[in-house]
């Protein structure tokens, strides 16, 4: 295929973003079919198949997030919408037992969310947070993959500067 001869042939020197028209990611986007997998692997499959390069689960940032785009000075986290409470989401329910320990819980992973989010944001580096519900269907996860990438290329990014191009 050759989206995937282009991402391999090109994506590791420059990503697929950098030499293709507004035109061309739409369509190319639109080739590229998400599997239906572990959240967080849907996620960074898809990247990698358009051509991003990343880092995972680097500790040295707060928070470890899941996905890092250092040229894009983006960085992403998958949430669970229990453990991490999607505020108003019909996917989290509290369990019926232990209602005031999971409350509890659930209220200090979002504060300390909050918290990650903050120092990253202090540190310059953009948040984009994917809830494992907007992957939950074909139609909805390609919407929101499709969303993502529009997201991480509209971030300026400072690594063009000197690339001398
Ligand atoms: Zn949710």
Request: proline share 4%; charged share 30%.
């Amino acid at each position: 295929m050759i989206v995937g001869f282009l991402a391999r042939e090109f994506g590791v020197r420059w990503g697929m973003g950098d030499f293709l028209t507004p035109q061309r990611r739409s369509a190319m986007m639109a080739r590229i079919r998400a599997k239906d997998t572990k959240p967080e692997l849907t996620v960074r499959q898809y990247l990698f198949r358009c051509g991003f390069r990343f880092r995972i689960h680097d500790k040295r940032l707060p928070g470890t997030p899941d996905i890092v785009l250092p040229k894009y000075r983006t960085v992403i986290f998958v949430h669970g919408c229990f453990w991490h409470g999607h505020h108003g989401c019909t996917h989290f329910r509290l369990p019926s037992s232990h209602v005031d320990f999971w409350r509890a819980k659930i209220l200090r992973n979002r504060e300390r969310d909050q918290e990650h989010l903050d120092r990253l944001e202090s540190l310059s580096w953009r948040v984009i947070v994917v809830w494992e519900c907007e992957l939950r269907n074909k139609s909805i996860r390609e919407a929101t993959l499709h969303g993502l990438v529009n997201e991480i290329w509209e971030v300026p990014r400072d690594a063009n500067r000197n690339r001398g191009d």
